[in-house]
């Protein structure tokens, strides 16, 4: 395995995660799937360790800089991540963000396990006003869907300060835009089901960390709940990551070209896009039924949920029954894929334009 060096990202994600480079030796790891090892050596139980999880772990190590934990899941992570807080602890979380991060909290402080200050994660003096006495900060950036960015540097900095922890989810920037490690964060969590594996096959989480002592905690609670990921999913990632940072920069591009063209469109009221990576939002004139309509009318991009694979995905958010009101009943969130732009505008341009009728 290479040293943690100061290749770029580029490098690291094929470079990483291989065997040992010896003669005769495999260019490409296995699929380690004994549950059980032989007694004396490192391993004991497969609940505990796999091969292939390392693998995996050492590439997003690499890309966020500290030591990774592969779960079953980007929630298994998150809940990982709320374990750290201790019994009855306050956690400083936003109002808005990924729903089922929010429905797990109120789940924790329903069962008086954590107490909750929620805030607006936009608005700095409200969030550092929060922090006396917490114990966690945990927040996104950009923010599930309305792709408003918090100031995550101030807000890293001032909970630090305060001696709170800051656990970051950063599924939506990406490490290629954002390591949250570097700007002073305890915890980052990844949803790998979304762009750093790519290809909408795979359920998959991490947590990522650069403190010993945070490791070992996550990596118990991985090892006693049982969060733990299957190693087939943990190398179809690996397999994925590979090529993630070339996906990335053709979606963004992509992005950024559609994003100019929607400002432009007539059925548009209104475009939502923080600069960077490959999602954006756009509310449509003619309200939740235009807005279904055009989500409907589209031959290349599917109407679904999620986000990052390879395949441009659409949906309005609020035909979820529990979306926060806050979020616009017109607003379409769009995942940008790897096709051809042109293909991809071709197709939203007749959607928009249909849903219009
Ligand atoms: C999808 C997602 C999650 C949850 O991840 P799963 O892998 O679906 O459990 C968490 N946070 C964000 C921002 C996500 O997009």
């Known amino acids: 395995m290479v040293e943690q060096s100061p290749l770029r990202p580029e490098t690291q ?18 699929i380690s799937v004994s549950t059980t090892f032989r007694a004396g050596g ?19 190590g690499a890309l966020e800089e500290g030591q990774a934990l592969v779960f079953s899941s980007g929630m298994a992570a998150i809940s990982a991540t709320f374990d750290l807080i201790p ?37 700095n003096q409200q969030v550092i006003a929060a922090l006396d006495g917490a114990a966690m900060l945990f927040f996104e950036s950009p923010v599930n869907p309305l792709l408003t960015v918090a100031d995550v540097s101030t807000l890293i900095r001032e909970a630090k300060a305060r001696g709170v922890l800051v656990a970051v989810d950063n599924t939506f920037a990406t490490p290629l835009r954002q390591q949250p490690l570097k700007l002073g964060a ?20 991490a947590a990522i960390t650069d ?48 994003v100019e063209r929607l400002h432009n469109h007539p059925a548009v009221e209104r475009v939502r896009y923080p600069g960077f990576g490959f999602m954006v939002s ?46 616009p009943e017109n607003l379409i969130r769009i995942s940008v894929g790897i096709e051809h732009v042109e293909d991809l505008w071709n197709d939203m341009d007749q959607a928009l334009t249909r849903s219009q009728s």
């Open 87 to 123: 019994p009855g602890g306050v956690v400083v979380a936003p109002t808005a963000g990924y729903l089922n991060t929010f429905v797990q909290l109120r789940k924790l402080e329903a069962n008086n396990r954590l107490r909750i200050r929620w805030v607006d994660i936009n608005e």
């Open 282 to 327: 756009i509310e449509v004139k003619g309200g939740a039924r235009a807005a279904d309509k055009a989500c409907n009318a589209s031959k290349i991009i599917s109407y679904a949920t999620s986000l990052g694979g390879v395949e441009s995905l659409w949906e309005r958010r609020r035909r979820h029954d529990d979306e926060p009101l806050e979020v």
């Open 211 to 258: 403190s010993p002592e945070l490791l070992e905690k996550l990596m118990s609670y991985r090892k006693d709940s049982g969060a733990n990921a299957g190693p087939f999913e943990a190398w179809l990632a690996l397999r994925g990551l590979r090529t993630f940072p070339i996906r990335f920069a053709q979606a963004e591009n992509s992005t950024k070209i559609l």
């Open 42 to 60: 490192e391993y004991i139980y497969g609940r505990s360790d796999n091969d292939t999880w390392k693998d995996l772990e050492a590439v997003l």
């Open 186 to 205: 305890d915890v980052v969590v990844h949803s790998l089901t979304k762009a750093l594996s790519g290809h909408s096959d795979v359920v998959l989480g």
């Open 13 to 30: 994600v094929v470079q990483q995660g291989r065997p040992e480079r010896e003669p005769g030796g495999a260019i490409i790891g296995g």
